[in-house]
């Protein structure tokens, strides 16, 4: 499902490239603490097999194209956050060297496949295979079912980002600028092949890879060794989710405050002061960013009296960027990851902590 | 009574339930051109990494010019200096080969150790000539035949002009007018300056570059002799795999087997 | 080969030829880098900031004519670089003609708006909104392809990866990008040499069931091959000295014609964005 250029507009692309920033700048740190071990080769591997699994894909009408990915595999050999590095290389090669994937877009793939794929994959994974033997077959399974899951989320969210785009920009004679498809036909082009085709390859691919290895190579698995010495620890363990707790904390924090950029903006939609109703020049601006509607000739008694209470900190003093709706966007986005991040915390933990009240009850 | 430059003692290490090497001992001195004779899996390629202290013995222990090499002793500048002395050139060139250029190649080892750009060209070039390779200086190591690659290799190990050159497998693979180059460019290496451990199965290299030679079989060292001694011993040579008897015909049609191996005898 | 071995066949040789295609298509690359032409000739920094503007432009744009302009700019370009037309059509514009016209297709038919022209039997109209959009889509994909392969077909890899470096991306990225390019096609050889042997021993047709056995054999087997390779390759850098730090040898320098060429460029983008807003 890689998404080339000009199937998705400006603001579009900026938005996605501002969610998919954070989750680099975490993943890159926290590789880089990696950086003189056997794990950066393994990340190149992973890339590389990412890569030419990538390559068999084929065209779906209504859609982009279809094929597996290989996150699955590589997140439960590598863990989430080396997951989003090597899928997010492979597909810069790509769509550098190989023209399969735009660069405008390289932000939304990123986020589809690389980001979110790994995510999924990661706690589905996690979540079926819980504290397996190493050598089960529940692990098998539990890797196959996070590839196929991790696929159609991104499938998902690729025919989402594609869907919106007719019913948003639209030149003058109504053509559409950008992808064609609305909703009920992206989603329905995108799901079908994923659903069957691709995310059946993802699953086979993943479960495959982990059979293979529990067979050859264990270790890569993650044998919990006696002391937790980090030198036997996993590679999935080495960049996983418990030790990197303070940093996607302290990110977290960060993007919600985000919306501290927004209200330093000024004049957004919907923020309109109670005295912009009675201006003629604003009224015209409230109908066209609301689809033409005409703005009733009083302000909403409720917003006469709030707004009085409340006025946006410093709009004379923001700079004009900051009024672009893009920026707007983008720090929307990063308050929307925000939550995202908050939501897998805290669901991580409450998982950590079922798990660890389970060890303590079962030995 | 000068220091050996290694001593190996006793040295264990098992990769994935195989014994690699057992008990092994082995002492080289310096500016010995020394050889490690032995079939496939036999343990000479374990040997050389752990000699470049790229493995560790699990029992045992390894010393370089006297001080033991140990994962946590080889790190930061202690590392440096020992990668500047030792190298090791390794059997599969692509995995010695992970530079764009042939040039950036060469480069790398300098580059880690922070020469200047002006030292690091100047060698480079000097080391692609030395090699005749400085017709490939901007081509990108993939595409090179399995002849270039390795003289790549060598010349990437050799910039950093090492005390210490152990080579695995050198001519493998590859065609006999390469064969001969390489061959030819080992022999006059070793001009007793440098201590040279290559590990190979090819008995024609033995008589060639080796001043002495170790037999290897499943992890251990099983005879020790020179070149002639060992050469000459054919049950030893038979029952460590080295040379085969496999039946064939000779020029009057006979068809019969013995002991023999293939390629020239002088 | 059987009749019956067709079908596995089919697959495996598809499989063998775009492998081989991406070996030939990185070959490429480094041949054209080596001609002298207008985008060889410049310093890679400026090359990339130069394109870039100029492929976000083409994505992006709203008015067709635009966006048109632009793909003639970049045929301009490739010209100016003595890279064969045909070359690129091959490689660029057919691939994507067929891929993009292929999805964006029905929406000739799907998009409503004014209807311009029935098909006679089905009855379906093309709609004038629904060759707009269609027209839009592969215009702009064609444009940002070519600009993109042009930068990379004119511009040796390891000047690439220099330039990301001196751009001040992070050493991670760098250092795997570099090296997961070469193990790409390391990968892909081995990959090719299984199949080959594979192929040749097959005798015979295998049942999907089996199909898929060895397919996901294969691709275990794969990993655990480049696993084992990563290894080494690890050992290998450790063994010349690398310690988790890249260190690059920065030699580029730029000339007046660089600067000049950036203005020209960033005046066809201005431009480009003044009218296509």
């Keep these: 499902m890689h998404i080339p250029d000009g199937y998705l507009s400006a603001s579009t692309c900026a938005l996605l490239y501002g969610t998919a920033i954070p989750f680099w700048y975490t993943a890159f740190a926290r590789v880089k603490r990696l950086l003189n071990t056997r794990l950066i080769p393994l990340l190149a591997v992973a890339s590389t097999f990412c890569f030419v699994i990538m390559m068999f894909n084929l065209p779906l009408p209504g859609g982009t194209t279809g094929h597996a990915v290989g996150v699955g595999a590589v997140t439960v050999v590598l863990g989430p956050w080396a997951s989003m590095v090597s899928v997010s290389i492979a597909l810069l090669i790509q769509a550098v060297f190989f023209g399969d994937g735009g660069i405008t877009t390289f932000g939304a793939n990123c986020f589809n496949m690389a980001i979110v794929g790994s995510l999924v994959a990661h706690f589905t994974y996690r979540a079926v295979a819980a504290r397996t033997a190493i050598a089960s077959s529940r692990r098998v399974v539990a890797a196959g079912l996070a590839g196929y899951a991790a696929i159609n989320v991104a499938a998902m969210l690729a025919a989402c980002e594609l869907g919106i785009q007719p019913l948003l920009f639209k030149d003058a004679s109504g053509a559409p600028l950008y992808a064609p498809y609305a909703l009920h036909i992206a989603i329905p082009a995108m799901m079908l092949g994923h659903l069957t085709f691709a995310g059946l390859a993802d699953l086979f691919v993943a479960g495959g890879v982990v059979a293979y290895l529990q067979r050859t190579n264990p270790a890569l698995l993650g044998q919990k060794s006696a002391g937790g010495a980090t030198k036997d620890a996993s590679p999935a363990e080495a960049s996983g989710w418990r030790t990197t707790r303070p940093l996607w904390i302290r990110l977290a924090l960060l993007m919600l405050l985000t919306p501290l950029g927004i209200l330093a903006a000024g004049t957004a939609w919907g923020e309109w002061g109670a005295k912009d109703f009675s201006d003629p020049l604003m009224r015209q601006q409230i109908a066209a960013a609301s689809g033409q509607v005409a703005p009733p000739s009083e302000p909403p008694r409720g917003l006469a009296r709030l707004s009085s209470l409340w006025s946006a900190p410093f709009p004379q003093y923001a700079p004009p960027f900051v009024r672009h709706p893009a920026f707007g966007y983008v720090m929307s986005a990063m308050f929307g990851c925000g939550l995202i991040l908050g939501f897998f915390l805290l669901v991580g933990w409450m998982i950590g902590e079922r798990s660890a009240v389970g060890d303590r009850t079962s030995t | ?266 | 080969m059987t009749d019956a071995g067709k079908n596995s066949r089919g697959v495996v040789e598809r499989s063998l030829a775009s492998f081989v295609d991406a070996l030939e298509h990185a070959f490429y690359a480094e041949e054209s880098a080596k001609k002298n032409g207008l985008l060889q000739k410049l310093d890679p920094r400026i090359k990339i900031a130069a394109v870039f503007p100029l492929i976000v432009i083409a994505a992006l744009a709203r008015r067709l004519g635009v966006i048109v302009a632009l793909f003639a700019t970049a045929v301009v370009l490739a010209l100016l670089s003595r890279v064969p037309l045909a070359t690129l059509a091959k490689r660029v514009w057919l691939g994507v003609l067929i891929f993009t016209g292929f999805i964006s297709f029905p929406a000739l038919f799907l998009t409503p708006g004014v209807a311009i022209y029935t098909l006679p039997l089905l009855g379906w109209s093309v709609t004038e909104q629904g060759l707009r959009a269609a027209m839009n889509l592969i215009m702009r994909a064609e444009t940002a392809a070519t600009f993109s392969v042009l930068l990379v077909l004119c511009t040796p890899w390891s000047f690439v990866l220099k330039a990301l470096r001196v751009l001040r991306l992070p050493i991670v990225l760098v250092v795997i990008l570099g090296m997961t390019y070469r193990y790409i096609f390391l990968f892909l050889r081995n990959a090719h040499d299984m199949f080959m042997s594979r192929k040749s021993r097959l005798v015979g047709h295998l049942d999907g069931r089996e199909q898929r056995r060895a397919a996901t054999a294969s691709a275990g087997v794969l990993m655990s091959k480049t696993i084992q390779l990563s290894g080494d390759v690890y050992l290998a850098m450790r063994s010349r000295g690398f310690q988790g730090e890249v260190y690059v040898l920065d030699e580029f320098q730029t000339h007046w014609f660089d600067w000049a060429m950036l203005a020209v460029f960033i005046s066809i983008a201005l431009l480009a964005f003044w009218f296509g807003r």
């Design chain 2, 1 to 266: 009574m000068t220091a050996p430059i290694f001593e190996v003692r006793d040295a264990t290490y098992r990769y994935h339930e195989v014994t690699a090497l057992d008990g092994l001992n082995l002492t080289v001195m310096p500016g010995q051109r020394i050889v490690l004779l032995g079939a496939n899996g036999s343990g000479k390629s374990t040997l050389l990494s752990m000699l470049d202290g790229l493995c560790f013995p699990e029992k045992g222990s390894v010393t370089f010019q006297g001080e033991p090499l140990t994962e946590d002793r080889l790190s930061g500048q202690v590392e440096f200096d020992f990668r500047r002395r030792v190298a090791l050139v390794f059997q599969n060139p692509d995995v010695q080969l992970f530079n764009p250029t042939v040039f950036d190649e060469v480069a790398f080892g300098p580059l880690q150790l922070r020469w200047t750009k002006e030292q690091i060209r100047l060698r480079v070039s000097e080391i692609l000539e030395q090699l005749e390779i400085a017709h490939l200086k901007d081509r990108s190591p993939h595409h090179l035949s399995t002849g270039e690659k390795k003289r790549v290799a060598l010349a990437s190990v050799l910039i950093l002009d090492p005390e210490v050159l152990l080579l695995d497998e050198p001519t493998a693979a590859l065609d006999p007018k390469s064969e001969s180059q390489m061959i030819d460019f080992l022999v006059s290496c070793s001009g007793g300056r440098k201590t040279v451990v290559t590990a190979t199965h090819d008995l024609d290299l033995v008589e060639d570059i080796a001043d002495y030679c170790h037999v290897f079989q499943r992890g251990c060292i099983v005879a020790a002799g020179t070149p002639s001694e060992i050469l000459n011993d054919h049950e030893l040579l038979l029952s460590t795999n080295l040379i085969h008897a496999h039946r064939h015909a000779h020029a009057q049609g006979e068809v019969h087997s013995h002991p023999h191996r293939h390629g020239h005898k002088h």
